[in-house]
């Protein structure tokens, strides 16, 4: 197992930019692939971005294509999503996963930290 922690949601109008982080602490952190999802009131999880263990690949939903972001540093265990000309449709409690393969579903992921609210004013 490991443990996800997710920080830097908040408040933003609608334009502006935010950047997530997630620590991971307890397995190898590097041994994994990284998705970050999200969930708005009343629908699914959805997938938004995944990077492979060793960050060479990256997929993105069509929804943050061209704005946001994902990226690792295995050196700080830490998985980032830079989100930038946020709109109102953004906003969701986002989490990060943690999968031993590369994926955009949750299903794939077991590992899922508590999520953090990023709340897009207009």
């Known amino acids: 197992q490991v443990l996800l922690v997710e920080s830097g949601g908040g408040l933003v109008q609608a334009g502006g930019s935010l950047r997530l982080s997630c620590l991971a602490s307890g397995r190898t952190f590097s041994n994994y692939a990284m998705g970050w999802f999200r969930q708005a009131p009343g629908k699914e999880r959805e997938f938004v971005a995944a990077?492979?263990?060793?960050?060479?690949?990256?997929y993105y939903a069509d929804s943050a294509k061209g704005r946001f972001t994902i990226s690792r540093d295995n050196a700080k265990n830490t998985v980032y999503l830079q989100m930038n000309s946020l709109k109102p449709d953004d906003t969701a409690v986002y989490y990060c996963?943690?999968?031993?393969?590369?994926?955009?579903?949750?299903?794939?992921?077991?590992?899922w930290g508590q999520g953090t609210q990023v709340t897009v004013s207009s």
């Open positions: 996963a943690a999968s031993s393969a590369t994926a955009t579903t949750p299903r794939n992921y077991n590992n």
């Open positions: 990077i492979s263990w060793g960050g060479s690949h990256k």
